[in-house]
Structures are given as C-alpha cells and as structure tokens.
C-alpha cells in the first residue's frame, strides 16, 4: 500500500461519512419513521444482528455474479477476437449480438427461469447475459485500436498472424479488456439480483424481497448495502488483478 | 590521435562490408563491376483516389546505395519520403520500377532490415529490454546471447540500468534510443530510418545525431535516412539525395565528402555551408 493509495482510500470515505452523519441526524431529529427510512443506525444493527442469514444469503449471489462474469470474460473474450479479425464474422455476429442486446434483460429473465429453474442456473445465465456485452465490445474495440506503428514493425519482421496476436494485438488490447471487465462484473451483480427477484429461493436479492413484504425496512436496507458491498469488492478484485496483469499501466505517472 | 583510430577502424568497416557484399554477389559477376548494395530503378508510386485521378506521390526515383553508406533522402514534408522507405522495406508494393537489396527483389519485408519510424513505437507493456528483444522473439532467436548484445546496445546508447524500466519512465528522445537499438538487435544488413528524431527538440537532436554517426563505426550497417532538415542530412550523410516537391523525383544528388569522425564543429564550416546550400537550390529554398 503505497501513500497514494492511502490518499486516494481517505476522499471517499470523508464523503460516506458526511452523507452517513446528515441521514441520521436528518432520521432522527425529524422522527422519520423506520420502514420509510430506517437511520444508519437501524442498519448497522440490522447488518449486525442478522449477520448470519446475511453471509448465507450473499454465498448464492456472490457465485451466481461470479461465474456468470467468469463465463462472460471465458466466452466474450475469444468471441470479440474472432469477430475482429473476421469480416465475415464480424457482419454475421455483430448486428445479431446489438440485437439482443437491445432487448431488456428483466423482459428475458423470466423466460430463462422457466429453462433454467428457481436454482442458481438461471441467475447465472442472467448475469452471463448482462455481462457479456461489455466484454464483446470492449475486447472487440481494443483488437482494433491496436497502434499502427506496432503492426508495421510486426510486419516488417515478418510476424506471423499467431505472434502479431498474441506478442501485439493482445497486449495492446488489454486495458480495453479491462475497462469492460470492470463495467462486466458490477451489471453482473445486478443480473444475478434481477434473477433472484423474478423467482428464487435464495440469495440477498431474494432476502431483500422477503424484508421488504414484512417491513421490516433495515434489514432490506442491510441487504442493500451488502449487496453494494459485494459489488465494490468484485469491481476491486477485478482492478486488481488490472495490476498484476498489467503492471505497466501503474508507473511513471507519478 | 583518438579521431585517428576512429578514421582508420571506420574505413576498416567499411572495407569489410563491401568485401562481404562482393563475395554475396548472387550473380557472381566480375568484381570490377560489382552489383551496387541498393539498387533503385524507375520506382513509381500512384495512390488511387474514389472519384479522382490518381495521386502520383513519386513520379521517379533512381539511384543506388553503396554498402556501409548512410544516404539521406531529403524532401518537403508529403513529397513521398515514408512512402519509398516502406517501399524499400517491403511494406508497400511499389506501382512500378525496380527494388534491389543485395542482389535480391524486394517485394515483401525483408527481415534483417532494421525499421525506425518517427514515433519510437514502444511497447508499453514490455520492459525496455523485452522492447530491444522484440525482434529476436518474432525471429526465434531470443537467448542468452541475444541479451547480452541487447544489453551492450542499451550501454552503448546510454541506457545502462534502464534495462527493466517501461517506456512511459523514459523521455521521448530515451525512447527514440531505445527504438534504435531494437532497429539493431539482429544485425540488420540495412538500417530504414524515418525522420526518427524528427520529434525531439534540438539539442537531443544533435546528440541523437553524434550518437547515429557513433553507432555507424561500430556496426556495419547500410543506412537510409529520411529527413527534412538540410543541415541534418549534410551532417550525418555519405550522400544526400534530394527529392523535388510531389510528385517527387530526385532533384540532386549529392555526395558529401566531409572527413570523419565529424563533431558540431564541422557544422560551421565552409564546406559544410555550401553542402547546405546546394542542398538549398535543390529543394528550391535557395538561388
Ligand atoms: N496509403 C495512402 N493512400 C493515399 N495517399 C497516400 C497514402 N500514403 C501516402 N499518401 C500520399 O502520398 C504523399 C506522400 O506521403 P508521404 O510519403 O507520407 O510523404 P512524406 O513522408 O515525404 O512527408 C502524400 O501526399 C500523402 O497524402
Ligand atoms: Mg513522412
């Protein structure tokens, strides 16, 4: 952890806690009611006393996101190379992939938990669904940004189609692949909770529904947040496995 | 004394250099009258245009390059100076006219030539080593040995300790250095330069330019040259040759004898300014 991480970790966190204090205060001198808005307060309690059946509903939401992310970068990934580098490919797929991307994923979602079951399956494939778009165009655009430059020294050694790819193409394409996983894994957190809500049996989506029909407001919220939470630490595994993979990226911008 | 040794193991190389090309000679003609190293015929160069006649970008280029010799190819900007490099490096195909290196046709790249573009075309995801090897990996000849010259490469241009930095900890003329070394790691029989220091200020430039003229004793390479600066091309250059406005041809041709080693001095010399200034009336600056 470096200054700058700590410098950068402190802005944030002066901003959650001015907004955390004016809602309580805000709760609490005006005497709102709980199950219209529960105080900070009432959630960390909520968070707190139900940490248990929190952490049990989280396990399901967190792998359906997951593998429905890690699905969406295994398939997108190859697809986008394929898509272009292939004219024909590229005028075959894309214009199919714009076209069912325009559809809204809630419209589908009840049709795949007829094919897939109230299991995790269909969250899965929801989450894979709202995923995959954003990896195929970002991997896709990084293919084709590649320097000029690049291609004509590969070019001028004779590279091979296979070293062009995988020694320029690749490489050059990743912190574009990167920015579309970053975008992939939070939609997917949301795909999994569409999923949980159209039918489940589990999940902190499915936890946030039964809250909120019982009203008892802080725990949905509790959920909520966890569910915020669950995003950022996905989003942060993704940016850092950024800096492992391209450590590059991180220096001489100081 | 020092400039002496410099004369003498300069001349030696160049010596060998033409030897060796006279054995490659692939026509095995008597050596009395010996296949120049370059050889550039007629070379044409039209680009086609949606809606209009062709661009003709080079209407005729003719001359030939010896081996060990640095030509410069001096011209306006757009007269066509990239594109007869990447004619010459297989890049592009030439619309018509003769392309010979060592007795060979150029129609495709040619892999031990050298290229440096303006841009220094870095990887940024490659430590600056790894950017020097990148042509011995694409060659399959990335080993131990390959490093080691890397590395001496690196020294030589002044980049000791540099080896595992990225590109983006180094200025734009370090950068450039780097390039040039990468353009060098498989000992290219020809070395393509276009307008690589071009985008460095002045001074980086005229060191860049000792540092060209430096690298030339020590290796024994042909070298073409594409600039648009008078003075740089008299300073670095064995020949000039100077293109006309587009579409271009070659306005002079001009062979520069100036001793070596040169040093900046040389720069504010009577030959040298009347070099400049033949130089000058070619590209129609002066009468
Ligand atoms: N691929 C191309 N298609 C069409 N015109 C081109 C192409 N490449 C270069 N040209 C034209 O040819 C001329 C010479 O270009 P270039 O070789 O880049 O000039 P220079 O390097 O001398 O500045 C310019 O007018 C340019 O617009
Ligand atoms: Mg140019």
Same mark, same amino acid.
């Not at chain 2, 004394?1 to 190389?13: E, N, S």
């Not at chain 2, 250059?237 to 040169?262: F, H, M």
């Given at each position: ?111 795949? !938990?007829? +094919?897939?079951? *109230?299991?995790?399956? #269909?969250? &899965?494939? @929801?989450?894979?669904?709202? %995923? ?86 802080? !725990?949905? +919220?509790?959920? *909520?947040?966890?569910? #915020?939470? &669950?995003? @950022?630490?996905?989003?942060? %595994? ?17 | ?287």
């Amino acid at each position: 952890m470096t200054f700058r991480d700590v410098r950068n970790a402190i802005y944030p966190l002066v901003g959650i806690s001015a907004i955390l204090l004016i809602w309580q205060l805000y709760t609490h001198f005006l005497g709102i009611n709980r199950i219209v808005l529960p105080s900070p307060l009432d959630i960390l309690w909520a968070s707190i006393s139900n940490w248990d059946v929190l952490l049990r509903e989280s396990w399901p939401t967190f792998l359906e996101s997951v593998l429905g992310f890690a699905l969406a970068v295994a398939i997108g990934i190859p697809f986008a190379v394929c898509v272009a580098n292939s004219r024909v490919l590229n005028l075959t797929l894309y214009p199919i992939l714009i076209a069912t991307q325009s559809i809204p994923k809630v419209a589908v979602a009840p049709i795949i !938990l007829v +094919w897939f079951g *109230l299991g995790m399956q #269909s969250k &899965l494939v @929801i989450a894979f669904l709202v %995923a995959f778009f954003p990896i195929v165009v970002d991997t896709a655009a990084g293919m084709r940004a590649t320097p000029v430059g690049l291609l004509e020294l590969a070019r001028s050694l004779r590279a091979s189609s296979l070293q062009i790819f995988l020694k320029v193409q690749f490489p050059a394409a990743l912190p574009f692949i990167f920015a579309g996983a970053k975008v992939a894994v939070t939609l997917a957190v949301i795909g999994a909770v569409i999923g949980e809500f159209i039918g489940s049996v589990g999940g902190l989506g499915n936890l946030l529904l039964t809250a909120n029909s019982q009203l008892d407001s802080p !725990l949905a +919220w509790a959920a *909520l947040i966890w569910l #915020s939470v &669950l995003g @950022i630490l996905l989003f942060g %595994a993704v940016v850092i496995a950024e800096r492992i993979v391209m450590p590059w990226s991180d220096v001489g911008h100081h | 004394m020092q400039a002496d040794i410099f004369r003498r193991r300069l001349l030696c190389l160049r010596k060998q250099a033409i030897q060796s090309h006279a054995q490659l000679d692939p026509q095995g003609r008597a050596n009395s009258a010996p296949v120049p190293f370059g050889h550039f015929k007629d070379v044409h160069q039209s680009f086609k245009r949606s809606g209009q006649t062709p661009l003709v970008a080079i209407k005729n280029i003719t001359f030939d390059l010896k081996a060990g010799h640095l030509v410069t190819l001096l011209g306006p900007s757009g007269c066509g100076k990239t594109t007869f490099l990447k004619i010459v490096a297989g890049l592009i195909s030439a619309s018509g006219g003769t392309i010979q290196i060592n007795g060979r046709d150029v129609a495709e790249p040619q892999p031990d030539f050298g290229v440096v573009f303006q841009q220094a075309n870095l990887m940024p995801w490659r430590s600056i080593l790894d950017n020097v090897l990148f042509p011995m990996e694409i060659l399959r000849r990335s080993d131990a040995a390959a490093k080691l010259r890397a590395q001496e490469l690196l020294a030589l241009v002044g980049l000791e300790g540099f080896e595992q930095s990225y590109p983006s900890q180094l200025s734009g003329g370090m950068q450039q250095r780097v390039a040039l070394c990468r353009a060098l790691i498989h000992k290219p029989k020809l070395l393509l330069m276009d307008e690589p220091f071009g985008a460095l200020d002045e001074l980086t430039r005229m060191e860049m330019q000792d540092l060209l003229l430096d690298i030339r004793v020590k290796t024994d390479a042909t070298v073409m040259f594409v600039t648009h600066s008078i003075s740089e091309a008299v300073y670095i250059s064995d020949v000039v040759a100077v293109l006309s406005k587009r579409p271009s041809v070659i306005a002079d041709y001009i062979v520069v004898n100036l001793p070596y080693p040169r040093s900046a001095e040389i720069r504010y010399s009577a030959e040298f300014t009347d070099l400049e200034h033949r130089a000058g009336r070619a590209l129609g600056i002066t009468r």
